[in-house]
């Protein structure tokens, strides 16, 4: 079973802060990786994509990939109390007919104490 | 403005009764996808289709029905054999091959009691 591992928090920061999420996932031929926001009682909503090892920035949010650790993060900076939410990962299936299907984690909740 | 519609946003339903979601997408985007999400679960995928006229089972298949005969349209039926309905149901596309990045409607809450 492919998975994809999130801690679930709570992860709380002050404002202004770094907040860094984490996600590990198992199937190694995966290609494409992806950060999801999710406000409580709202459906998820895609901040960001990344496809190749290093880093990719997005205003105050970065991704970071390292396929041969099988490793994903988001770096949120400058952190805002309306960044509290829940920050889901999620590894495209690599193989097959079902390629073009992700597989999400848990999620990981973030608070962000004004 | 292009988007995913999902119809209605909560739904209340007697044991034993059949349910229809309806999930529209006006993104031009061919594949579709239905997912279930319980509190502390992340999202599972119950079917999806690639093409019109085709789907396939996702991972939680059982106890629900779709039907794609139109590109815009994924209607998701919830039936009485699915033994815990009640969750948050999402609906999201995607374009065609090449492309991973799946977009989300703003989902139905399902209640059966």
């Known amino acids: 079973q492919k998975e994809v591992e999130q801690n679930s928090g709570p992860l709380s920061v002050p404002e202004g802060a770094i907040a860094s999420l984490n996600c590990t996932y198992s199937?190694?031929?995966?290609?494409?990786f992806f950060w999801y926001r999710q406000y409580s009682g709202k459906s998820p909503e895609l901040i960001m994509s990344?496809?190749?090892?290093g880093d990719k920035e997005d205003g105050r949010f970065t991704a970071q990939l390292n396929k041969a650790s099988q490793y994903v993060s988001l770096l949120i900076r400058d952190s805002q109390p309306s960044d509290s939410a829940t920050y889901l990962c999620?590894?495209?299936?690599?193989?097959?007919?079902?390629?073009?299907?992700?597989?999400f984690g848990k999620g990981t909740k973030l608070s962000v104490k004004p | 403005d292009g988007g995913i519609t999902q119809s209605p946003k909560y739904l209340f339903r007697k044991e034993g009764q059949n349910v229809t979601l309806s999930c529209e997408q006006n993104?031009?985007?061919?594949?579709m996808y239905w997912y279930r999400q319980d509190p502390g679960q992340g999202l599972r995928l119950i079917y999806y289709?690639?093409?019109?006229?085709?789907?396939q089972k996702g991972d939680i298949a059982e106890g629900y029905s779709v039907s794609r005969e139109k590109k815009e349209s994924f209607p998701l039926t919830v039936t009485s054999a699915q033994k815990n309905p009640t969750a948050f149901y999402l609906c999201?596309?995607?374009?065609?091959?090449?492309?991973?990045?799946?977009?989300f409607g703003p989902g139905t809450r399902l209640t059966v009691t």
């Open positions: 999201a596309s995607k374009t065609g091959q090449g492309a991973y990045e799946q977009y």
């Open positions: 199937d190694r031929v995966s290609q494409s």
């Open positions: 990344i496809y190749s090892n």
């Open positions: 999620a590894v495209n299936r690599g193989y097959g007919g079902s390629q073009g299907n992700l597989i």
């Open positions: 993104l031009n985007h061919d594949a």
């Open positions: 289709s690639q093409i019109v006229n085709d789907f």
